[in-house]
């Protein structure tokens, strides 16, 4: 797979504050890439550094191939769709989608008739044609989104970068909006970009995570990867809901997620945790136990059907050993096996 | 009514009677004839015309409020265009020393004009533009400081991502600010024309010492030496004074809906 972009030794500092600090990252050419972490992990100014909204202080930025450091944002072959749309209130649908095309820097020159028929393939691909003659002010949050993304993807850019594209929508548009988005990305076959701070968002989008740490990258592969082989407790933590239970024992740190945990009899070699209930939540699928233990809490899924334990009674689960994450106590990282 | 709406609605009245009262009052003197102008609850009627008579044949009004609007226009045009650049220009690129650049324009807020008239008339002097419209209006550039700060508020109330989404689109700068900025800062421009026009409209001292000659004055300045010539006789100077203000006024009838949208727009989503 060839790349599609790619950070060598970028660097951004704000002042003192080192934002961004990213030794080598690639995404693959037509990859969907969600890029995740906690807010201030730096993962909008990897954005806006692709994007050449700003610059790096240190290293190079490739897009397909090309150095594009010193290019600006127009001359990248690129486009965004900005957390709040940032559409031009003044125009209309059809106009804030077209803008681009009717630039001095586009090329070919267009016939007024080509770039009204490039709005409309573009409105029909986002089933926005009822609305072009509206004003950005008159639409709803789903639908702003809508022409956000027509006006970035007119020009056929290699490469589409999302800023929290579904943060701005409501909990039911949201589920919606990310279908569209899997859509969407199969019919233009473009690199794509998705900057999220939410782990099951980023985890059900991506054919490729990077998951960001206080600037630095904690660890970039296919979300399935990342999930089953976290390579830092940060990483292992962060994805996954709830998250992975962590507890030290024999000098390391022995992590299982929830949703390993048997009940009943121990199968052979399997990890015995020991706890009291404290919290049953019903989960629509199942229950989660939320137990105390000397060793610290842990918390287990139990699937639906199997009764839950009472409060206050004693629980005993059990971890295949396969499902055991080994980390190093000190420095948090995955130790092999 | 509740009485928080009783309470502000004293207040404006108590406003709108001190602001209106005057004007009221000269109106209605200007209609009163000679021997009733001195008596102030006297009633205008019946309408008398002749200080207006008196006024327009006394008065080069034609050529007064020609040469006031000439001025008024240019100074307001060119405080725009020059304040709208420099609005943009701080706020679109990133200006070296950009907190010392508004010190000095919030400085000049301060700076009374006044203390700026003899250097501007010796520079006036020295270019050969006394009794031209050049030294009329482009000395009056030179208080463009509160254009362009209002212009830069304004500005700064923008999404900054719209300024970024014309750059992914590959917009240049011109293209941005023609666009992009100024079909969004027309409200903006609408009202800082406005405030700028009037105040130039009002201008006396500077037009007194440009253009001293009856050819080129302005209307304040003819008011004055209106006053001058024709004495204590205040039934015509009142007149003159009304028919003075008539294209402000009907500016603000014309423009009001405008300068209030103005005010209410200045915070853009």
């Given at each position: 797979m060839s790349a599609g972009i790619v950070l060598d030794g970028v660097v951004k500092r704000y002042g003192d504050h080192v934002a961004l600090d990213v030794d080598h990252l690639a995404v693959p050419r037509g990859a969907l890439a969600v890029v995740v972490g906690?807010?201030?992990?730096g993962k909008s100014t990897a954005l806006r550094l692709v994007s050449g909204l700003d610059r790096p202080d240190e290293g190079r930025i490739w897009i397909d191939g090309s150095d594009v450091t010193d290019r600006p944002p127009g001359a990248r072959s690129l486009s965004m769709v900005f957390q709040d749309f940032a559409l031009y209130p003044h125009l209309t649908v059809a106009e804030n989608i077209g803008f681009s095309l009717t630039l001095r820097a586009h090329r070919p020159r267009l016939s007024r008739a080509s770039v009204d028929a490039k709005v409309s393939s573009a409105a029909a691909l986002l089933r926005i044609?009822?609305?072009?003659?509206?004003?950005?002010?008159?639409?709803?949050g789903g639908q702003r989104q809508r022409v956000a993304i027509a006006r970035a993807i007119i020009r056929e850019p290699e490469v589409l970068l999302l800023d929290e594209?579904?943060?701005?929508?409501d909990a039911q548009l949201r589920h919606h909006a990310r279908t569209e988005l899997l859509r969407l990305h199969r019919e233009l076959r473009s690199t794509i970009v998705l900057v999220t701070h939410d782990q099951s968002e980023a985890l059900s989008m991506a054919d490729h995570l990077v998951v960001l740490d206080q600037g630095r990258v904690a660890q970039a592969g296919p979300p399935q990867e990342v999930y089953d082989h976290p390579a830092t407790t940060f990483v292992a933590r962060f994805l996954g809901a709830p998250p992975m239970n962590l507890q030290s024992r024999d000098g390391l740190l022995l992590g299982w997620r929830p949703e390993a945990a048997l009940f009943g009899a121990a199968p052979p070699g399997a990890h015995s945790v020991a706890g009291t209930v404290d919290v049953v939540e019903y989960t629509g699928d199942g229950h989660l136990v939320t137990c105390t233990a000397p060793t610290g809490p842990w918390s287990a899924r139990v699937p639906g059907g199997t009764p839950p334990p009472p409060p206050g009674s004693a629980l005993t689960v059990h971890v295949p050993a396969a499902s055991l994450h080994r980390f190093d106590a000190t420095t948090g990282t995955r130790l092999t096996g | 009514m509740r009485r928080a709406d009783l309470r502000h609605h004293a207040t404006l009245g108590i406003a709108v009677v001190a602001s209106t009262a005057p004007l009221l009052w000269a109106l209605a003197s200007s209609f009163k004839p000679v021997n009733r102008i001195y008596d102030p609850v006297a009633p205008p009627w019946p309408v008398s015309f002749d200080n207006y008579r008196v006024a327009l044949t006394g008065f080069p009004i034609a050529s007064l409020l020609g040469n006031t609007l000439l001025m008024a226009s240019a100074v307001t045009a060119m405080q725009l265009v020059v304040a709208v650049l420099a609005a943009y220009g701080m706020v679109r690129f990133k200006v070296r020393r950009a907190g010392l650049l508004l010190a000095a324009l919030t400085g000049a807020l301060v700076v009374p004009t006044q203390s700026l008239m003899v250097p501007h008339f010796l520079m006036l002097v020295e270019l050969g533009w006394r009794n031209t419209y050049a030294g009329l209006v482009v000395p009056q550039l030179s208080g463009c400081a509160l254009a362009v700060l209002l212009l830069r508020q304004n500005l700064l109330a923008l999404p900054p991502n719209l300024f970024a989404a014309a750059a992914i689109d590959a917009a240049t700068p011109g293209e941005t600010l023609w666009r992009v900025v100024l079909p969004l800062l027309r409200p903006a421009m609408s009202s800082v024309g406005i405030l700028v026009f009037v105040a130039t409209w009002n201008e006396y001292l500077w037009p007194l010492l440009a253009v001293p000659d009856t050819d080129h004055a302005t209307i304040q300045i003819g008011l004055q030496s209106f006053m001058n010539s024709e004495g204590a006789n205040h039934g015509p100077l009142l007149a003159a004074a009304m028919l003075s203000t008539i294209p402000v006024v009907a500016m603000y009838l014309v423009a009001s809906r405008r300068i209030v949208d103005a005010f209410l727009h200045s915070g853009l989503r």
């Open positions: 906690p807010s201030g992990c044609d009822e609305l072009l003659h509206r004003r950005p002010s008159q639409l709803s594209p579904l943060s701005s929508l | -």
